[in-house]
């Protein structure tokens, strides 16, 4: 496929040669044949004209979750990965979220095969636990070599203190990152929402903010002890970014996350008790958003993930007690975190993550892999739910307000128009 996009507006800063200048870019078989002032385009090429057109290196997602195998009704892998494409995402971090549980390397190879190169590249991660049960270590090297780019078991706390160390340990030995949910189940107990103000007006089971900060402080200190790589994903409280800022000032090789979410929403929004609010961790306060904004734009905070998790009808149209935790995020998170930061910050942080997690980078360059999200940064818009290609529907953006719009990537050697 021989594709030319006109008069792009290039956002690369690490190609400062042309960051912010506009080009053509030819691109043939998946490859940056040329980027020029002007490119004339012969018979067999395909032109690309878009309205202020942008290009960025594709972005990536370091938390999604679909459905297959086991919850098809949720999401498949197949619409799954489209819409993450048409969401601007070329590549995505796969949640251990699945029926059965990827904990074997057959598991990963499956995932892999299964997700195929139809939209955004697949990067499972497997569980740490056989069965995500924090009893014994799964097969990590197994999965390592197959494929997997992490070991997490998702949102679940990792209890055993002793099993965080010896995982922290083996997977020195080939690499491996591993991921600690931050919550001390024993805490948090049967909570549903922050424990605050507001859980007490709604008479609401609450999760305190010193379940997360227990957690973490717990697997910052086994790091200290063991080494290793570790990843703490989805932190939601103004002190977690203290205990991370110090464990780095120590030299630790830790990093962590915030989901989009956290910093868009406090728990006033639940008065309503609309379930769609409903995530784990919870939404917390204007303090803590304000200190997980800060800690993204000093560095503490590596990673925003849009936390993607699609829960289907049945399982949120319920009590706000029995509804399932999780909300979309991929198709709305461009213009959401475009409307937060300016637009440079926001396509640095929509890309980044692929170091950690040991996905290949890329760059727009003449010879490179052409590996773009391409995009609309102006323009105010308001996310409806007709904006939502996931299966499921439950996303707690519905009615925000946000920036720009997401054209699609081109990945695998395929130009997705969203």
């Not at 497997?126 to 070599?145: I, P, V």
């Not at 957690?215 to 205990?243: F, M, W």
Request: proline share 4%.
């Amino acid at each position: 496929m021989n594709i030319l996009l006109k008069s792009a507006t290039i956002l690369d800063e690490e190609n400062r040669g042309l960051h912010q200048k506009v080009r053509d870019i030819l691109i043939k078989n998946g490859i940056i044949e040329k980027i020029a002032d002007s490119i004339k385009a012969d018979a067999k090429t395909k032109v690309i004209t878009l309205p202020n057109l942008h290009v960025s290196k594709g972005w990536i997602d370091s938390s999604v979750s679909f459905g297959e195998p086991g919850y098809e009704e949720r999401e498949t892998l197949a619409n799954g990965i489209r819409v993450a494409a048409y969401s601007g995402f070329t590549d995505i971090i796969l949640n251990p979220n699945t029926k059965p549980l990827p904990d074997t390397s057959g598991d990963v190879v499956f995932l892999k095969k299964t997700a195929g190169e139809k939209g955004a590249r697949v990067h499972p991660m497997g569980t740490l636990t056989m069965n995500s049960a924090g009893t014994d270590l799964a097969e990590l090297y197994d999965m390592k070599n197959a494929g997997a780019v992490a070991f997490y078991d998702f949102k679940r706390p990792l209890m055993n203190a002793n099993l965080l160390k010896i995982a922290l340990q083996y997977a020195q030995g080939f690499d491996g990152l591993v991921l600690s949910f931050p919550m001390d189940s024993s805490i948090a107990a049967h909570g549903v929402v922050n424990e605050g103000a507001m859980s007490t007006k709604l008479g609401l089971k609450g999760i305190p903010a010193l379940s997360e900060e227990i957690q973490i402080a717990r697997d910052l200190c086994i790091l200290e002890y063991t080494g290793g790589k570790l990843h703490i994903p989805t932190i939601s409280t103004a002190n977690a970014v203290n205990l991370i800022a110090e464990a780095k000032k120590k030299g630790l090789d830790v990093s962590c996350s915030v989901a989009l979410h956290n910093l868009c929403f406090t728990d006033d929004v639940l008065e309503e008790f609309e379930t769609n609010y409903k995530v784990l961790p919870p939404l917390r306060t204007r303090k803590d958003t304000e200190a997980l904004k800060k800690g993204l734009k000093n560095g503490t905070i590596d990673l925003v993930t849009t936390d993607h998790l699609p829960i289907d009808i049945e399982e949120k149209r319920i009590e706000f007690d029995h509804a399932a935790f999780g909300s979309l995020g991929l198709e709305s998170a461009f213009g959401v975190l475009n409307s937060l930061f300016d637009t440079e910050t926001a396509i640095r942080l929509l890309s980044r993550g692929r170091e950690r997690f040991a996905v290949p980078t890329t760059s727009i360059k003449e010879g490179e892999l052409a590996n773009l999200s391409l995009f609309n940064p102006e323009g105010k818009v308001v996310f409806t739910k007709e904006n939502i290609r996931s299966t499921s529907k439950n996303s707690m953006f519905i009615g925000q307000k946000g920036k720009g719009s997401v054209y699609g990537v081109f990945v695998n050697n395929q130009f997705i128009l969203s």
